[in-house]
């Protein structure tokens, strides 16, 4: 990731989107367009989350326990209204803020 946004860095414009998503056929890839609709109506940045609509399918117990205290600490650590999943790696990136 970062060595993907360390090149895309100065080389996107404003109507540019970066969308990232998990390569283990996870994330299904007909929420790009919801992701796309929020970029497009002047959100900087969406979350794709598995707490609000999605769902977390075959992940042992241990790590959906271990990502919901880590978003909860998130929550409380920084707070940005809005966001549900703090780990998720779905998301979508208007090229203007990057």
Request: hydrophobic content about 40%.
């Amino acid at each position: 990731m970062k060595t993907g946004f360390t090149n895309l860095n100065g080389r996107l414009s404003g109507n540019d989107i970066v969308v990232t998503m998990d390569a283990d056929g996870t994330h299904p890839a007909k929420t790009v367009a919801q992701l796309l609709e929020k970029i497009n109506s002047g959100y900087d940045i969406a979350i794709a989350s598995r707490y609000s609509g999605g769902k977390e399918l075959g992940l042992a117990l241990y790590r959906s326990v271990f990502s919901r205290i880590v978003n909860l600490l998130m929550r409380v650590i920084f707070g940005f209204e809005g966001i549900k999943d703090y780990t998720s790696g779905y998301r979508a990136f208007s090229g203007g803020q990057l």
